[in-house]
């Protein structure tokens, strides 16, 4: 019986076509793996880590499966050949066993580490006093509210460079997911929640924001730009705001919570003053919340244009 050599040649050229087409891939084109500030950076750091770690495993994996593959290969053996009897091993089954157990802790320990260490302001900016925004989703558009600043903004934020900012979490419709890959990772928007992201652009830029949950018909277009100015310029736009914006009025933010898109919008004050607590953000009575669930779960989804983000 004639034994089927293995296709090296055809692995081969696979594994380097696909190490061309890789190098064609501009990293400044993914957000996730283009960090502009420290927020950014440690996670960036986290997932290049868990990358790593995870191709040492694949390597030895794969190097060991073509090992046993050509071992153990089908060969040409005289008729009465008995193979050997082979018995386990003890520490080899304590060393298959503790495997698993320390890639765990080597991805587990830096994670965590990583995690914790996202809810405070990041090392080098401690001394630096973080502006707080306070951040409204609702069907479908965000509204930011800057409370020191006493002005609010609809589908855009500016923040000073180089210095932390707090965002306030909260949701007056669905639940949603605020994110902006180039300075962090997403934290979800939750009705009756307030929930804390501190993010920091390293320098002035735009960059963009979105919703990373899906929650209903407006979501492909639930996006948001973030620019960072300089200090300056931060300040000047204030200015600008409070001399040339209109004041908000209960009924501008009535009708900011109705379901529909909007475009962006700017206001002197905020909706703050008549919203103390999550649970008071123009959040519907149960018996209509359940009424727009079921209209949801019956929701054709065949003419929703889910190609991004940007239209």
């Known amino acids: 019986m004639k034994t089927k050599k293995l296709p090296w040649k055809s692995l081969l050229f696979i594994f380097v ?28 750091d986290l997932i290049v880590y868990s990358f790593w770690l995870m191709m040492i495993i694949l390597v030895v994996v794969l190097g060991l499966f073509i090992y046993m593959v050509y071992k153990y290969r089908a060969k040409k053996l005289a008729a009465d050949y008995v193979p050997p009897d082979e018995h386990g091993s003890k520490w080899l089954e304590i060393i ?31 001394n630096k006093k973080p502006i707080v925004i ?42 949603a997911s605020f994110w902006v890959p180039e300075l962090g990772g997403q934290k979800y928007t939750m009705p009756n929640h307030s929930m804390q992201l501190i993010l920091l652009a390293d320098k002035p830029g735009s960059y963009e924001g979105r919703n990373s949950n899906f929650n209903g018909e407006g979501f492909a277009h639930m996006d948001f730009e973030v620019l960072s100015q300089t200090p300056g310029d931060f300040d000047k736009w204030v200015k600008d705001v409070k001399g040339t914006a209109s004041k908000m009025k209960k009924s501008d933010y009535n009708n900011l919570l109705k379901e529909g898109l909007v475009g962006r919008m ?20 149960q018996k209509e919340t359940n009424q727009k669930h079921h209209n949801m779960d019956n929701m054709d989804m065949g003419n929703m244009d889910m190609s991004g983000h940007k239209h």
């Open 17 to 44: 076509s696909s190490l061309f087409l890789l190098s064609g891939c501009d990293t400044s084109k993914i957000a996730v793996l283009n960090p502009q500030g420290p927020v950014a950076q440690k996670q960036y």
């Open 266 to 285: 700017t206001f002197t004050g905020t909706h703050l003053p008549w919203v103390t607590t999550p649970h008071q953000h123009g959040m519907l009575d």
């Open 96 to 126: 298959w066993t503790a495997i698993p157990v320390v890639i765990i802790i080597a991805v587990a320990i830096p994670t965590i580490k990583a995690n914790y260490a996202l809810e405070e302001v990041p090392k080098g900016y401690e």
């Open 134 to 175: 306070n951040v409204t989703s609702a069907n479908w558009k965000w509204i930011f509210s800057y409370p020191e600043q006493n002005i609010e903004t609809v589908n855009y934020v500016n923040i000073p460079a180089g210095r932390p900012v707090k965002f306030q979490l909260t949701s007056a419709g669905t639940m």
